[in-house]
């Protein structure tokens, strides 16, 4: 069963005080559209802050869905520049996520090893290196660059570390496979070492539920969603280099899968989830549903498979 308390929390910071209405306003004034959930929805997202602002009442599953659908709209996922992310100066932004000045700081030596991997000229995920010549990715990742056979020669597949909005450097080729598990979705790719790069560091614990995290990928457009929805999030820029900021919202017994609420679309497969406060891979974003669940491998399920192959 839901955690109800937690989930006031979270809207009360996702919020910043403000009703679902109010929200939905200034986030319609930022982004230029109307295309947002319309008044009915927001009258069953009110009801349901309202009811957990109550302990004795507990919303309906309709209020529910709503508030969640409320509070996934509100996830931004701005660009990754030349000049680095999004300052998110917007005070509700700012107001949720506290640390994102320091994080932009943190992010900005290791973004270059956060790569878009592509078989052809089709995008398939995203990859991050941990090692100067070791990408990680998903194994679900390596089946669509290697249509399945889960092997690779030098150049079938390749990584762009710089796929950004306003800038561009021709991708490297990846030489071959590593490793995959079979039971979590990751694999281990080789690629060419380069000069100059800073690798990412897997934490040593799993995140806490409410921690605050950013997934750092190349979402790509995807006709099955909804894209009034879509492009109230992401804008019509597909393809380029993102951090996603949103929270953890769940995690598994054992500590081995957290749920997340970063805004993702395909190309955010493989994508590091990173700590606001250390900039550290607490997480390997895998797959989920838009607006509705992301989940990730965690931080040492990660760090023990890497410590066996890598």
Known sequence: MQDLEALRRRATRVFAGQSPEK???RVRAIVGTTNLPATFEGNLAKSAMDKLQNAGDRPTPSELAALELMLRMMRPAPKILAAGVDKLTEPEFQAAFPEWAAFRELLAPIDGSIGRIDVGTDPAGTGFLIKDDVLVTNRHVLDKISSGTRVLEEGQAVVGFRWLADDFEPPEPITGVIAFDETFDVALLRVKPKAGR??????AAAPSVERDVAVIGHPYDDPKNNPLFTRTI???????????????????????IAGHD????????????????????????????????????TA???ADFVSKHA
């Open 234 to 256: 992401f804008g019509n820029k597909w393809g380029v280099k993102r951090a996603a900021p949103g929270e953890v919202i769940s995690m598994s017994a054992p500590k081995t």
């Open 262 to 297: 970063c805004s993702t679309l395909g190309g955010n497969s493989g994508s590091p989830v990173l700590a606001l406060d250390t900039a550290e891979v607490v997480g390997l974003h895998f797959g989920g549903s838009f607006l509705w669940r992301n989940e990730a491998v």
């Open 198 to 203: 800073t690798l990412l560091k897997i934490a």
């Open 23 to 25: 929200a939905l306003a």
């Open 300 to 302: 040492p399920i990660l």
